[in-house]
Protein backbone atom coordinates (compact mmCIF):
# COMPACT_ATOMS: atom_id res chain seq x y z
CA UNK A 1 0.00 0.00 0.00
CA UNK A 2 1.47 3.41 -1.00
CA UNK A 3 1.35 6.15 0.66
CA UNK A 4 -2.24 7.86 1.29
CA UNK A 5 -3.44 11.53 2.11
CA UNK A 6 -6.16 13.30 3.80
CA UNK A 7 -8.75 12.93 0.75
CA UNK A 8 -8.78 9.00 0.30
CA UNK A 9 -12.38 8.18 1.47
CA UNK A 10 -12.86 6.19 4.32
CA UNK A 11 -13.67 3.36 2.85
CA UNK A 12 -12.54 3.95 -0.70
CA UNK A 13 -8.43 1.66 -0.81
CA UNK A 14 -8.51 -1.41 -2.41
CA UNK A 15 -9.34 -4.63 0.84
CA UNK A 16 -5.32 -5.81 1.57
CA UNK A 17 -5.06 -9.32 2.08
CA UNK A 18 -4.80 -9.86 5.82
CA UNK A 19 -4.60 -12.78 8.24
CA UNK A 20 -6.87 -12.04 11.13
CA UNK A 21 -5.05 -13.21 14.51
CA UNK A 22 -6.65 -13.14 18.09
CA UNK A 23 -9.69 -10.42 19.05
CA UNK A 24 -8.29 -6.71 18.79
CA UNK A 25 -10.70 -4.03 19.51
CA UNK A 26 -9.91 -0.40 17.85
CA UNK A 27 -11.17 2.83 18.94
CA UNK A 28 -10.69 5.93 16.09
CA UNK A 29 -10.99 8.76 18.47
CA UNK A 30 -10.40 9.28 22.42
CA UNK A 31 -13.05 11.38 23.27
CA UNK A 32 -16.41 10.74 24.95
CA UNK A 33 -17.56 8.02 22.77
CA UNK A 34 -14.44 6.36 21.94
CA UNK A 35 -13.35 6.50 25.44
CA UNK A 36 -16.79 4.92 27.07
CA UNK A 37 -16.51 2.46 24.34
CA UNK A 38 -13.23 1.15 25.48
CA UNK A 39 -14.06 1.22 28.78
CA UNK A 40 -17.08 -1.07 28.14
CA UNK A 41 -15.26 -3.42 26.44
CA UNK A 42 -12.33 -3.49 28.79
CA UNK A 43 -14.56 -4.13 31.77
CA UNK A 44 -16.65 -6.50 29.68
CA UNK A 45 -13.90 -8.73 29.71
CA UNK A 46 -12.57 -8.35 26.11
CA UNK A 47 -10.55 -11.26 24.99
CA UNK A 48 -7.69 -9.10 23.73
CA UNK A 49 -6.30 -5.61 23.12
CA UNK A 50 -8.37 -2.50 23.02
CA UNK A 51 -6.49 0.17 21.41
CA UNK A 52 -7.56 3.64 21.25
CA UNK A 53 -6.23 5.86 18.78
CA UNK A 54 -6.12 9.92 18.76
CA UNK A 55 -3.27 12.48 17.95
CA UNK A 56 -4.67 14.78 21.11
CA UNK A 57 -5.45 12.27 23.59
CA UNK A 58 -8.25 11.89 25.16
CA UNK A 59 -9.75 14.79 26.48
CA UNK A 60 -13.03 15.97 27.51
CA UNK A 61 -14.56 19.00 25.23
CA UNK A 62 -17.25 20.02 27.00
CA UNK A 63 -14.06 22.21 29.21
CA UNK A 64 -12.77 23.98 26.32
CA UNK A 65 -15.29 27.02 26.73
CA UNK A 66 -15.98 26.12 30.41
CA UNK A 67 -12.50 25.28 31.92
CA UNK A 68 -9.58 26.94 28.93
CA UNK A 69 -11.77 30.01 27.62
CA UNK A 70 -12.85 31.27 31.39
CA UNK A 71 -8.90 30.25 32.28
CA UNK A 72 -9.83 28.53 35.24
CA UNK A 73 -8.20 25.34 33.30
CA UNK A 74 -5.47 25.33 31.76
CA UNK A 75 -4.54 22.48 28.65
CA UNK A 76 -3.37 19.69 30.73
CA UNK A 77 -6.48 19.53 33.11
CA UNK A 78 -8.87 19.08 30.28
CA UNK A 79 -7.26 15.90 29.26
CA UNK A 80 -7.74 12.31 31.34
CA UNK A 81 -6.31 9.29 31.33
CA UNK A 82 -6.90 6.38 28.94
CA UNK A 83 -9.52 3.60 30.51
CA UNK A 84 -7.46 1.75 32.55
CA UNK A 85 -6.75 -1.72 30.85
CA UNK A 86 -6.90 -0.25 27.09
CA UNK A 87 -3.97 1.66 25.26
CA UNK A 88 -3.59 5.09 24.06
CA UNK A 89 -2.15 5.18 20.81
CA UNK A 90 -1.30 9.11 19.50
CA UNK A 91 -1.77 8.93 15.88
CA UNK A 92 -4.41 9.75 13.32
CA UNK A 93 -6.36 7.36 11.44
CA UNK A 94 -6.34 7.81 7.67
CA UNK A 95 -8.46 5.88 6.15
CA UNK A 96 -9.97 2.15 7.17
CA UNK A 97 -10.34 -0.55 3.91
CA UNK A 98 -12.84 -2.61 2.79
CA UNK A 99 -10.96 -5.91 4.53
CA UNK A 100 -11.15 -3.52 8.00
CA UNK A 101 -7.52 -2.70 8.05
CA UNK A 102 -6.77 0.51 9.61
CA UNK A 103 -4.08 3.10 8.18
CA UNK A 104 -2.64 5.11 10.51
CA UNK A 105 -0.27 8.61 9.70
CA UNK A 106 2.68 7.43 11.13
CA UNK A 107 2.38 3.98 8.21
CA UNK A 108 1.61 1.64 10.88
CA UNK A 109 -1.50 -0.40 10.06
CA UNK A 110 -2.97 -2.44 12.20
CA UNK A 111 -5.66 -5.11 11.47
CA UNK A 112 -8.31 -5.50 14.65
CA UNK A 113 -11.39 -7.53 14.73
CA UNK A 114 -13.77 -4.81 15.47
CA UNK A 115 -13.64 -0.81 14.83
CA UNK A 116 -15.64 1.86 16.38
CA UNK A 117 -15.19 4.79 14.37
CA UNK A 118 -15.60 8.07 17.09
CA UNK A 119 -13.85 10.66 15.82
CA UNK A 120 -16.58 13.14 16.98
CA UNK A 121 -17.66 16.31 14.88
CA UNK A 122 -16.14 19.54 13.56
CA UNK A 123 -17.67 23.19 13.36
CA UNK A 124 -19.63 24.22 10.33
CA UNK A 125 -18.18 26.95 8.56
CA UNK A 126 -21.00 29.74 7.72
CA UNK A 127 -20.60 30.73 4.08
CA UNK A 128 -19.37 34.29 4.03
CA UNK A 129 -16.02 32.90 5.51
CA UNK A 130 -14.10 31.72 2.63
CA UNK A 131 -13.76 27.96 1.89
CA UNK A 132 -9.97 27.96 3.35
CA UNK A 133 -9.63 24.99 6.28
CA UNK A 134 -9.35 27.16 8.93
CA UNK A 135 -11.14 30.39 9.96
CA UNK A 136 -9.35 33.80 9.67
CA UNK A 137 -6.94 34.60 13.34
CA UNK A 138 -10.16 37.00 14.40
CA UNK A 139 -12.95 35.04 13.86
CA UNK A 140 -12.52 31.58 15.38
CA UNK A 141 -14.58 28.73 16.11
CA UNK A 142 -14.83 27.38 19.24
CA UNK A 143 -13.96 23.57 19.25
CA UNK A 144 -10.29 22.98 20.65
CA UNK A 145 -8.14 23.64 23.21
CA UNK A 146 -5.85 26.05 20.50
CA UNK A 147 -9.35 27.49 19.80
CA UNK A 148 -10.15 28.94 23.71
CA UNK A 149 -6.71 29.54 23.50
CA UNK A 150 -6.70 32.26 20.68
CA UNK A 151 -9.98 33.57 21.61
CA UNK A 152 -8.40 34.62 25.17
CA UNK A 153 -5.23 35.80 23.71
CA UNK A 154 -7.57 38.14 21.11
CA UNK A 155 -9.35 39.44 24.11
CA UNK A 156 -6.34 39.81 26.29
CA UNK A 157 -5.12 42.37 23.42
CA UNK A 158 -7.99 43.83 22.88
CA UNK A 159 -10.86 46.32 24.13
CA UNK A 160 -13.08 43.77 25.82
CA UNK A 161 -15.17 43.03 23.02
CA UNK A 162 -16.79 39.64 21.61
CA UNK A 163 -19.38 39.38 18.80
CA UNK A 164 -20.81 36.01 19.31
CA UNK A 165 -22.01 34.42 15.57
CA UNK A 166 -24.28 31.60 16.93
CA UNK A 167 -26.52 31.76 19.55
CA UNK A 168 -27.44 27.66 19.60
CA UNK A 169 -25.78 25.58 22.69
CA UNK A 170 -22.07 26.48 22.69
CA UNK A 171 -22.98 30.36 21.28
CA UNK A 172 -25.59 30.87 23.89
CA UNK A 173 -23.38 29.58 27.15
CA UNK A 174 -20.49 30.82 25.86
CA UNK A 175 -21.49 34.44 24.89
CA UNK A 176 -23.05 34.02 28.88
CA UNK A 177 -19.34 33.09 30.29
CA UNK A 178 -17.73 35.67 28.44
CA UNK A 179 -20.45 38.03 30.04
CA UNK A 180 -19.97 36.60 33.31
CA UNK A 181 -16.33 37.92 32.85
CA UNK A 182 -17.43 41.77 32.60
CA UNK A 183 -16.38 40.92 28.75
CA UNK A 184 -18.68 43.45 26.71
CA UNK A 185 -20.62 40.62 24.39
CA UNK A 186 -23.44 40.93 21.01
CA UNK A 187 -24.96 37.90 20.39
CA UNK A 188 -25.90 37.45 16.66
CA UNK A 189 -28.24 34.84 15.91
CA UNK A 190 -29.49 34.07 12.35
CA UNK A 191 -32.79 32.41 13.38
CA UNK A 192 -35.91 34.59 14.57
CA UNK A 193 -35.62 32.47 17.69
CA UNK A 194 -32.53 30.17 18.56
CA UNK A 195 -32.90 26.50 19.85
CA UNK A 196 -36.49 26.72 19.33
CA UNK A 197 -36.16 23.21 17.47
CA UNK A 198 -33.61 21.75 20.06
CA UNK A 199 -36.05 22.71 23.06
CA UNK A 200 -39.09 24.12 22.16
CA UNK A 201 -40.11 27.89 21.87
CA UNK A 202 -41.02 28.26 25.72
CA UNK A 203 -37.33 27.81 26.46
CA UNK A 204 -35.81 29.02 23.79
CA UNK A 205 -38.11 32.51 24.29
CA UNK A 206 -37.00 32.38 28.26
CA UNK A 207 -33.41 32.17 27.05
CA UNK A 208 -34.03 35.21 24.48
CA UNK A 209 -35.08 36.92 27.61
CA UNK A 210 -32.59 36.52 29.51
CA UNK A 211 -29.86 37.37 26.68
CA UNK A 212 -31.50 40.57 26.43
CA UNK A 213 -30.75 41.64 30.04
CA UNK A 214 -27.49 39.99 30.40
CA UNK A 215 -26.45 41.24 27.23
CA UNK A 216 -26.63 42.99 23.67
CA UNK A 217 -28.46 39.92 21.34
CA UNK A 218 -29.68 40.27 17.82
CA UNK A 219 -32.16 37.71 16.41
CA UNK A 220 -33.21 36.92 12.89
CA UNK A 221 -29.82 38.55 11.46
CA UNK A 222 -27.46 37.38 8.61
CA UNK A 223 -23.65 38.55 8.54
CA UNK A 224 -23.04 39.79 5.06
CA UNK A 225 -19.76 40.73 6.02
CA UNK A 226 -17.04 40.30 7.92
CA UNK A 227 -13.81 41.96 7.65
CA UNK A 228 -10.79 42.94 10.18
CA UNK A 229 -9.62 46.87 10.43
CA UNK A 230 -6.77 47.58 12.15
CA UNK A 231 -6.50 44.16 14.77
CA UNK A 232 -10.14 44.50 15.16
CA UNK A 233 -13.30 42.60 13.60
CA UNK A 234 -15.91 44.56 11.72
CA UNK A 235 -19.27 42.64 11.30
CA UNK A 236 -22.49 43.42 8.45
CA UNK A 237 -25.41 42.47 9.38
CA UNK A 238 -28.03 42.43 7.12
CA UNK A 239 -29.43 45.50 7.94
CA UNK A 240 -26.86 47.37 7.52
CA UNK A 241 -25.50 47.48 11.24
CA UNK A 242 -22.27 46.89 11.87
CA UNK A 243 -20.14 45.59 15.01
CA UNK A 244 -17.25 46.16 16.21
CA UNK A 245 -14.74 44.23 18.45
CA UNK A 246 -12.04 41.92 19.20
CA UNK A 247 -13.12 39.10 18.02
CA UNK A 248 -16.00 37.09 16.81
CA UNK A 249 -16.22 33.39 17.63
CA UNK A 250 -18.15 31.78 14.86
CA UNK A 251 -20.40 29.28 16.47
CA UNK A 252 -22.92 27.56 13.60
CA UNK A 253 -23.27 23.96 15.09
CA UNK A 254 -21.31 21.00 13.92
CA UNK A 255 -20.81 18.62 11.25
CA UNK A 256 -19.76 15.38 11.57
CA UNK A 257 -16.27 14.38 11.58
CA UNK A 258 -15.39 11.04 9.46
CA UNK A 259 -11.91 10.61 9.36
CA UNK A 260 -10.26 11.52 6.25
CA UNK A 261 -13.74 11.80 4.46
CA UNK A 262 -12.67 13.40 1.15
CA UNK A 263 -16.01 15.41 -0.41
CA UNK A 264 -19.21 15.25 0.65
CA UNK A 265 -21.08 14.82 3.95
CA UNK A 266 -18.54 13.28 6.99
CA UNK A 267 -21.01 11.64 8.34
CA UNK A 268 -21.31 7.84 8.97
CA UNK A 269 -24.80 6.13 8.99
CA UNK A 270 -25.03 2.87 11.48
CA UNK A 271 -28.08 1.15 12.21
CA UNK A 272 -30.20 1.23 15.39
CA UNK A 273 -27.25 -1.14 16.51
CA UNK A 274 -24.76 0.97 15.52
CA UNK A 275 -23.06 -1.05 13.42
CA UNK A 276 -21.91 0.85 9.74
CA UNK A 277 -22.56 -1.17 6.35
CA UNK A 278 -18.93 -3.17 6.61
CA UNK A 279 -18.93 -5.91 8.67
CA UNK A 280 -17.10 -5.31 12.11
CA UNK A 281 -16.89 -1.51 11.75
CA UNK A 282 -19.12 0.65 14.48
CA UNK A 283 -19.81 4.28 14.47
CA UNK A 284 -21.04 6.52 17.73
CA UNK A 285 -20.89 9.83 18.79
CA UNK A 286 -21.33 13.34 16.92
CA UNK A 287 -19.65 11.70 14.12
CA UNK A 288 -22.56 9.02 13.69
CA UNK A 289 -26.23 9.42 12.30
CA UNK A 290 -28.79 6.84 13.68
CA UNK A 291 -31.21 5.22 11.69
CA UNK A 292 -34.00 5.87 14.09
CA UNK A 293 -37.34 7.48 14.56
CA UNK A 294 -37.72 6.72 10.76
CA UNK A 295 -35.42 9.27 9.87
CA UNK A 296 -31.53 9.20 10.55
CA UNK A 297 -30.60 11.35 13.66
CA UNK A 298 -27.04 12.63 14.63
CA UNK A 299 -26.81 14.20 18.80
CA UNK A 300 -23.74 16.22 19.15
CA UNK A 301 -23.89 15.66 23.41
CA UNK A 302 -21.24 14.61 25.66
CA UNK A 303 -23.10 12.27 27.62
CA UNK A 304 -25.32 10.74 24.43
CA UNK A 305 -22.18 10.22 22.51
CA UNK A 306 -20.57 8.60 25.34
CA UNK A 307 -23.98 5.86 25.96
CA UNK A 308 -23.38 5.57 22.28
CA UNK A 309 -20.03 4.62 22.50
CA UNK A 310 -20.98 1.96 25.72
CA UNK A 311 -24.18 0.35 23.16
CA UNK A 312 -21.47 0.12 20.22
CA UNK A 313 -19.44 -1.66 22.74
CA UNK A 314 -21.98 -3.80 23.35
CA UNK A 315 -22.82 -4.96 20.01
CA UNK A 316 -19.50 -5.60 19.59
CA UNK A 317 -19.37 -8.04 22.07
CA UNK A 318 -22.95 -9.28 20.93
CA UNK A 319 -21.82 -9.78 17.40
CA UNK A 320 -18.57 -11.51 18.11
CA UNK A 321 -18.81 -13.29 21.28
CA UNK A 322 -22.63 -13.82 21.63
CA UNK A 323 -23.08 -11.40 24.62
CA UNK A 324 -26.87 -10.53 24.84
CA UNK A 325 -27.96 -7.99 22.49
CA UNK A 326 -28.04 -4.73 23.38
CA UNK A 327 -31.00 -3.88 21.31
CA UNK A 328 -31.82 -0.86 19.73
CA UNK A 329 -30.21 2.42 20.73
CA UNK A 330 -32.51 4.93 22.52
CA UNK A 331 -31.46 8.52 22.47
CA UNK A 332 -32.40 9.16 26.56
CA UNK A 333 -29.29 10.86 27.89
CA UNK A 334 -29.49 14.44 28.94
CA UNK A 335 -27.23 17.92 29.14
CA UNK A 336 -27.53 20.69 31.06
CA UNK A 337 -25.64 24.37 30.78
CA UNK A 338 -26.01 27.46 33.15
CA UNK A 339 -26.65 30.55 30.94
CA UNK A 340 -26.82 33.83 33.02
CA UNK A 341 -26.90 32.07 35.98
CA UNK A 342 -30.50 29.67 34.91
CA UNK A 343 -30.23 25.99 34.65
CA UNK A 344 -30.79 24.92 31.36
CA UNK A 345 -32.24 21.05 31.64
CA UNK A 346 -32.81 19.02 28.68
CA UNK A 347 -33.48 15.35 27.95
CA UNK A 348 -33.74 13.04 24.91
CA UNK A 349 -33.77 14.34 21.40
CA UNK A 350 -35.98 16.69 19.11
CA UNK A 351 -36.14 16.21 15.63
CA UNK A 352 -36.79 19.15 12.52
CA UNK A 353 -40.68 17.90 12.95
CA UNK A 354 -40.86 17.50 16.40
CA UNK A 355 -43.79 19.39 18.01
CA UNK A 356 -43.38 20.99 21.47
CA UNK A 357 -46.12 22.01 24.01
CA UNK A 358 -45.71 23.95 27.51
CA UNK A 359 -45.72 21.86 30.50
CA UNK A 360 -47.36 23.36 33.34
CA UNK A 361 -47.47 27.00 33.64
CA UNK A 362 -45.86 27.34 37.04
CA UNK A 363 -42.32 26.27 35.33
CA UNK A 364 -40.44 26.95 32.02
CA UNK A 365 -40.98 23.37 30.39
CA UNK A 366 -41.46 22.28 27.09
CA UNK A 367 -42.37 18.70 25.84
CA UNK A 368 -41.32 17.55 22.64
CA UNK A 369 -43.21 15.13 20.44
CA UNK A 370 -41.96 12.97 17.21
CA UNK A 371 -44.98 10.95 15.26
CA UNK A 372 -47.15 11.37 19.07
CA UNK A 373 -44.41 10.32 20.94
CA UNK A 374 -42.56 12.46 23.83
CA UNK A 375 -38.98 11.89 22.39
CA UNK A 376 -37.61 15.47 23.56
CA UNK A 377 -37.83 17.66 27.51
CA UNK A 378 -36.26 20.50 28.16
CA UNK A 379 -36.44 23.29 31.12
CA UNK A 380 -35.18 26.20 32.91
CA UNK A 381 -34.32 26.02 36.11
CA UNK A 382 -36.81 22.89 36.79
CA UNK A 383 -34.40 19.93 36.60
CA UNK A 384 -36.81 17.80 38.90
CA UNK A 385 -39.69 18.51 36.77
CA UNK A 386 -37.61 17.22 33.61
CA UNK A 387 -35.94 14.32 34.95
CA UNK A 388 -39.38 13.25 36.15
CA UNK A 389 -40.88 13.29 32.79
CA UNK A 390 -38.20 11.61 31.35
CA UNK A 391 -38.28 9.15 34.02
CA UNK A 392 -41.74 8.33 33.10
CA UNK A 393 -41.15 8.22 29.54
CA UNK A 394 -38.27 5.49 29.88
CA UNK A 395 -40.70 3.45 32.14
CA UNK A 396 -43.39 3.44 29.31
CA UNK A 397 -41.09 2.37 26.64
CA UNK A 398 -40.25 -0.33 29.10
CA UNK A 399 -43.48 -1.77 29.80
CA UNK A 400 -44.34 -1.25 26.03
CA UNK A 401 -40.93 -3.15 25.46
CA UNK A 402 -42.25 -5.70 27.11
CA UNK A 403 -45.78 -6.37 25.48
CA UNK A 404 -44.29 -5.83 22.19
CA UNK A 405 -40.82 -6.92 22.23
CA UNK A 406 -38.73 -6.08 19.23
CA UNK A 407 -35.35 -7.34 18.24
CA UNK A 408 -33.51 -10.80 18.59
C1 LIG B 1 -16.85 24.32 23.50
C2 LIG B 1 -17.74 23.10 23.64
C3 LIG B 1 -18.49 22.94 24.79
C4 LIG B 1 -19.34 21.84 24.93
N1 LIG B 1 -20.09 21.70 26.07
C5 LIG B 1 -20.92 20.66 26.20
C6 LIG B 1 -21.69 20.49 27.39
O1 LIG B 1 -21.62 21.30 28.34
N2 LIG B 1 -22.51 19.41 27.49
C7 LIG B 1 -22.61 18.50 26.47
O2 LIG B 1 -23.38 17.55 26.59
N3 LIG B 1 -21.88 18.62 25.33
C8 LIG B 1 -21.04 19.67 25.17
N4 LIG B 1 -20.28 19.81 24.03
C9 LIG B 1 -20.40 18.77 22.99
C10 LIG B 1 -19.57 17.55 23.38
O3 LIG B 1 -18.26 17.93 23.70
C11 LIG B 1 -19.57 16.56 22.22
O4 LIG B 1 -20.89 16.23 21.89
C12 LIG B 1 -18.84 15.27 22.55
O5 LIG B 1 -17.50 15.54 22.89
C13 LIG B 1 -18.93 14.30 21.37
O6 LIG B 1 -18.20 13.16 21.67
P1 LIG B 1 -17.44 12.38 20.51
O7 LIG B 1 -16.72 11.25 21.18
O8 LIG B 1 -18.35 12.08 19.40
O9 LIG B 1 -16.38 13.45 19.95
P2 LIG B 1 -15.13 14.11 20.69
O10 LIG B 1 -15.34 14.12 22.16
O11 LIG B 1 -14.90 15.40 20.02
O12 LIG B 1 -13.94 13.12 20.38
C14 LIG B 1 -13.51 12.85 19.07
C15 LIG B 1 -12.04 12.50 19.12
O13 LIG B 1 -11.67 11.90 17.87
C16 LIG B 1 -10.36 12.33 17.55
N5 LIG B 1 -10.18 12.16 16.11
C17 LIG B 1 -10.74 12.86 15.10
N6 LIG B 1 -10.33 12.38 13.90
C18 LIG B 1 -9.50 11.35 14.18
C19 LIG B 1 -8.75 10.47 13.35
N7 LIG B 1 -8.80 10.55 12.02
N8 LIG B 1 -7.98 9.54 13.94
C20 LIG B 1 -7.93 9.44 15.30
N9 LIG B 1 -8.63 10.25 16.12
C21 LIG B 1 -9.39 11.20 15.56
C22 LIG B 1 -10.31 13.77 18.03
O14 LIG B 1 -8.96 14.18 18.25
C23 LIG B 1 -11.13 13.71 19.30
O15 LIG B 1 -10.32 13.53 20.45
C24 LIG B 1 -19.42 20.88 23.88
C25 LIG B 1 -18.65 21.04 22.72
C26 LIG B 1 -17.81 22.13 22.60
C27 LIG B 1 -16.99 22.30 21.35
New binding site residues.
Given amino acids: MGMMDNHIPLWGIPHTEVLMSSEHALI ?8 SAADTLVRSGWPGPVTL ?14 GV ?1 TGLLGRDQVSRPAPAGSELVR ?4 AIDAGGAVH ?1 RSGDRLVPTAVVI ?4 R ?1 RRPSFLDEADHAPEWMPT ?3 VED ?1 ERVRALLSSGSGRVVVLGAG ?2 GS ?2 ASLLADDGVDVTLVAGSPLPLRAQLGPAVASELVRRHRDRLRIRTGRRVTRAETRSGAVSVELADGERLEADVAIVAHG ?1 LP ?1 R ?2 SGTGHGEVIVDARLRTGLRGVYA ?5 SILAHGTTVR ?8 A ?2 THAARSILHDRLGAADPGEYRFESG ?3 RIHGAMLTAWGVATPTSRWTRHGDDEVVGVGRHLGEITSVAGIDAPATVRSLAESVRQDRRERLQEYPIGV
Fill in positions: VGAGAAGWVDPIGATNRTLVNKLDEVLLASGSPLHTAMIETTHPAAGGVAVDHWDDAAQGYSS
